[in-house]
Nanobody, 122 residues
Framework: QVQVAESGGGSVQAGGSLYLSCAAS????????MGWYRQAPGKERELVAR???????DYADSVKGRFTISRGDAKDTVYLQMNSLKPEDTALYSC????????????????WGLGTQVTVSS
């Protein structure tokens, strides 16, 4: 099994910054990608930012230029630097890890953390 744990959420005023951390642990043979998703009340969960094992990243249009995803020295960790936060960034931010627990294609995993709340006040 693979566990994912996030940290770093909180409350901030508009224009402020927050830094989220995520670590995957357990039976990880090879990671495909790790990413951050968010879900606001009454809305669908959406991709915020994602980074592949090769280092390629992509972002939601709404956060481009404000958020930066990066990997730690340990490849099973990712971070999300969030600057110039807006009230519409308020959501539960969840980390996702996808990969393989073994050499077999059947060993694929897709694991989620419980999420960390980000609240931005105007």
């Amino acid at each position: 099994q693979v566990q994912v744990a996030e940290s770093g959420g909180g409350s901030v005023q508009a224009g402020g910054s927050l830094y989220l951390s995520c670590a995957a642990s357990g039976s990880i043979f090879r990671l495909i990608a790790m990413g951050w998703y968010r879900q606001a009340p009454g809305k669908e969960r959406e991709l915020v930012a994602r980074i592949t094992s090769g280092g390629s990243s992509d972002y939601a249009d709404s956060v481009k230029g404000r958020f930066t995803i990066s990997r730690g020295d340990a490849k099973d960790t990712v971070y999300l630097q969030m600057n110039s936060l807006k009230p519409e960034d308020t959501a539960l931010y969840s980390c996702n890890a996808r990969g393989y627990s073994g050499p077999s294609q059947a060993s694929v995993f897709d694991s989620w953390g419980l999420g960390t709340q980000v609240t931005v006040s105007s």
